[in-house]
């Protein structure tokens, strides 16, 4: 079998007759703990995890940019300029558009280019292909003008403004895990002082990723509208963000909420909490309690934050009783993707065998972040 940078190399030699100059592999992201946290400068623990993102590229003498991925190769897109491009909403190429007019932004000289991408994420399951795209697009073409983008976090913050530029406000967990990520190792945020830590990720323990097949698109307005409702519920508070939030202060306050603010408050309060707890239940390899903390934050997305869906819930209750499971939860924006399961690695093999036969499923394990040449 092909490497998928083996893939994207000779995709890109066939569509464009030439080599590519530089490369990226970005990982895909499972967000462990810490739902919707990240734009309230809370907490979150996540990984990098296989699949991934490869984006090949080589510079061109003139103002021309031609794009391929591996799963549309009939249909290459052609710019000759950045400023009049029409694409849906939604079209891979669009990522890679926005971030060619952020790094612009950023003072980074952006000429004409080729790039072929090849990408094994499943694009709206929850493991965050459209990061990997950014990040790939940000790091490549930053390399290809001489000027890279200095720090991980200006790398994050430039894929972060490119994204909302197409509509989704999300936070900095996405970017910063694949930046920051360690092959076996999970990557703890604290998305008010932006310091990231590694922390290793216990071997006796499986990560198991089941798809619900359900496929959200995150434009569709239910992130947003979570986004909005903290923001509001921040301000009705007179916090500047939900982190600065404590108990007693909800308590007293929330007749000043609606009832959907005082929900999402209450969440974001709870998730920084377990985010803290499962970083020391990791520690004190105190698997329970960690599998607890992950069945605790689904059932709080799912009755404050409202972003799952039957099918996510249903995955959870089939996988409760089955060998070696300690707890699952829905992982990212919601609304569909994946759910992930928390199991005893020596009891895997029985958890597997004994998920219904028409599950889409599969182990991920913590991996190394961004690769580049
Ligand atoms: C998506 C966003 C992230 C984060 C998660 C929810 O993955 O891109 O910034 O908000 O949802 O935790």
Known sequence: ???????????????????????????????????????????????????????????????????????????????????????????????????????????????????????????????????????????????????????RLNVAQLCQRAEHRLGVHCGLLDYLTVLHAREGHAVHIDCRSLVVRNVRWPDTLALVLVDSGVRHRLTAGGYNRIRSDCEAAAKSLGVATLRELRAG????????????????????????QRVRSSVRAVRAADFRRLGELFTDSHRSSRDHLRNSCPELDAWIERARPLPGWLGGRLTGGGFGGMTLHLVQRRQLRAFLAALPKNANAQEGRPSSGVLEE
Do not use: K
């Open 1 to 151: 079998m092909r490497s998928p940078h083996e893939t994207a190399v000779e995709l890109f030699r066939t569509s464009f007759g030439r080599t590519p100059e530089r490369w990226v592999r970005v990982p895909g992201r499972v967000e462990l703990l810490g739902n919707h946290t990240d734009y309230n400068a809370g907490l979150v623990l996540a990984a990098a995890i296989e699949p991934s993102l490869t984006c090949v590229v080589a510079a061109r003498p003139d103002q021309h940019i031609r794009l391929i991925s591996s799963a549309f190769p009939s249909e290459p897109i052609e710019l000759h300029s950045l400023r009049t491009v029409r694409l849906d909403p939604g079209h891979w190429a669009g990522y890679v558009v926005a971030v060619c007019r952020e790094l612009r932004a950023a003072g980074i000289p952006i000429t004409g280019f080729d790039a072929a991408i090849d990408s094994t994420i499943p694009p709206g399951s929850g493991l965050s292909s459209s990061a990997a795209l950014l990040v790939a697009a940000a790091l490549t073409l930053g390399r290809l003008s001489h000027r890279t983008v200095a720090e």
């Open 249 to 272: 202060s909800l308590r007293r306050e929330n007749h000043r909420l609606t009832a959907a603010q005082r929900a999402v408050a209450t969440h974001i309060l709870e998730e920084n």
